[in-house]
């Protein structure tokens, strides 16, 4: 379970909830969060919209989104299936930041780029159509009623994603909580600039996370999420 930001709709300042420390880095992370971190780490620009060819290169085409990517597993697999292509990684919880350090290190990746603050920031400041896809991978549900306004899935999100995603660009979010995904099929249902894309086979680029076969051994099956990013309409 990741430990990224959740939102209120309708909110727009820095509003983190969760952890970001948990127990103790090793000293070997710690040395990661010191030293590779901060070669990798993104900041948002002031006035402008953020290209994330700023950070791969300007040749280099639109990048990939993950919005919580936990200990980092479904996110260093995609960078490694596709050494072409670009990967931005939100998440505030340092041992899963560590980890993700660990993995692009021993892997020697280079398509990989990390923003450790909340992600709604970072979605709405990306420069139009500077997105090939995102995913949204078992975020906190947040089951309490009083604290629903803080799941990260929100129309608000949504209206950002789509102004960041490229047309024919893929949306994929994935839950394990019923009622979060009712709360999901419902905004998704509801957004002009999504259309639905069938899911009755997972993709094979799709892989199962450390989290998702834990929480399928404990009975809780995931239900997945994809979307298309609409053809804009004519100016």
């Avoid at 939102?7 to 992370?29: D, I």
């Avoid at 980092?72 to 931005?88: K, T, V």
């Avoid at 906190?140 to 608000?156: A, G, L, T």
Wanted: aromatic share 8%; with cysteine; net charge positive.
């Amino acid at each position: 379970m990741s430990a990224a930001s959740g939102s209120g709709e309708g909110l727009r300042q820095r509003r983190l909830y969760g952890r970001r420390r948990g127990r103790a880095l090793r000293a070997g992370q710690r040395a990661l969060i010191t030293d590779l971190l901060p070669r990798l780490s993104i900041g948002l620009p002031e006035g402008e919209p953020l290209d994330p060819r700023r950070f791969f290169g300007a040749k280099s085409g639109a990048a990939w989104l993950e919005i919580g990517f936990g200990a980092g597993e479904h996110l260093i697999a995609q960078a490694a299936a596709r050494p072409g292509a670009q990967f931005i990684g939100c998440e505030v919880f340092e041992p899963g930041i560590a980890r993700l350090l660990g993995e692009i290190e021993k892997r020697n990746l280079r398509n990989i780029r990390i923003f450790t603050d909340d992600a709604r920031l970072l979605v709405a400041a990306l420069a139009p159509s500077s997105l090939a896809g995102a995913f949204i991978l078992f975020p906190d549900p947040w089951p309490k009623e009083r604290h629903k306004k803080r799941r990260i899935v929100s129309s608000e999100l949504l209206d950002d994603l789509a102004a960041a995603m490229e047309e024919g660009a893929e949306l994929r979010i994935a839950t394990d909580d019923a009622d979060y995904g009712a709360w999901i099929a419902e905004r998704l249902g509801a957004h002009a600039d999504f259309a639905a894309l069938p899911i009755d086979d997972r993709p094979p680029d799709w892989p199962r996370t450390r989290y998702e076969e834990k929480a399928a051994a404990q009975g809780r099956k995931a239900r997945l999420f994809r979307s298309r990013r609409r053809a804009r309409a004519p100016v």
